[in-house]
């Protein structure tokens, strides 16, 4: 049998893995955060759907998106790496030449867990410089890399009164669905509903299937009648009601 001061260790430790299952459960969550607002949807009855890209921006893949973007004549949402933006202010600017929204990802994309206030200060107030040298002068949302934040990220954004923006439809999170652009299409038509924020990578080499997928999800969501919003302008429709 285990003595009395065995017994209070192994409890403790207990206690201290279920705690750290507990934070990396919270830290990855989609949509529950400790301070300010976390917004994965929005709640409405009107068909709007909100279409995000996260990373870049890079020269080459930005124009490809954008001449479809243009084309079908709809407007989205940019969260982009400040790292990269610095590097390709001009594909920042024809961003936000064309009307879309910019959003801010971090300056390094790292995960903003166990990280100083300090790094986590720099991360993000270099990103929204760099956000207005490209001209953007609307409200800048943010997004955390890989969805991560526990403690100290959310406070700092929660001071500065800005929110989170998450997302409730990611094609790309299952490998047999990210490798075929069909199947990512198939999937974001399927799990759209009202209020939904689609998240997609298409900045990279390596993102040709997502790339390839984006005019064809635009096209299925209008024909199911929805029409798309960037973050701000869904954020300003339906602010008046319970989001989630
Ligand atoms: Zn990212």
């Known amino acids: 049998m285990f003595g009395k001061r065995a017994k209070a260790?192994?409890?403790?430790?207990?206690?201290i893995i279920a705690v750290a299952i507990a934070a990396f459960q919270i830290s990855k969550s989609r949509t529950f955060q400790f301070f300010g607002e976390i917004i994965p949807?929005?709640?409405?009855?009107?068909?709007?759907?909100?279409?995000?890209?996260?990373?870049?921006p890079t020269p080459g893949a930005t124009e490809e998106v954008l001449s479809i973007l243009a084309e079908e004549g709809v407007k989205a949402t940019?969260?982009?790496?400040?790292?990269?933006?610095?590097?390709?202010?001009?594909?920042?600017?024809?961003?936000?030449?064309?009307?879309?929204?910019?959003g801010n990802h971090t300056y390094s994309h790292k995960r903003m867990v166990l990280k100083t206030p300090s790094?986590?200060?720099?991360?993000?107030?270099?990103?929204?410089?760099?956000?207005?040298?490209?001209?953007y002068q609307g409200t800048i949302h943010f997004r955390p890399p890989f969805g991560k934040k526990l403690f100290l990220l959310p406070r700092y954004l929660a001071k500065n009164a800005r929110k989170t923006i998450t997302w409730d439809v990611e094609p790309e999170s299952y490998p047999e669905?990210?490798?075929?652009?069909n199947r990512i299409v198939e999937h974001v038509l399927a799990s759209t509903r009202p209020g939904s924020i689609i998240l997609l990578h298409v900045m990279y080499e390596s993102r040709v299937e997502s790339r390839k997928s984006v005019r064809r999800i635009i096209s299925g969501l209008k024909r199911e009648g929805y029409s798309f919003k960037t973050i701000s302008e869904m954020l300003a429709a339906t602010d008046t009601l319970t989001r989630r």
Do not use: M, P, Y
């Open 9 to 15: 260790t192994l409890i403790t430790a207990a206690a």
């Open 41 to 56: 949807r929005v709640n409405t009855q009107q068909k709007v759907v909100a279409l995000t890209f996260d990373d870049g």
């Open 78 to 102: 940019f969260f982009v790496i400040g790292a990269d933006l610095e590097q390709n202010l001009e594909q920042g600017r024809r961003i936000v030449a064309a009307g879309h929204e910019l």
């Open 119 to 135: 790094f986590i200060e720099a991360e993000i107030e270099r990103t929204d410089q760099l956000i207005r040298q490209a001209g």
């Open 177 to 181: 669905i990210d490798a075929d652009s």
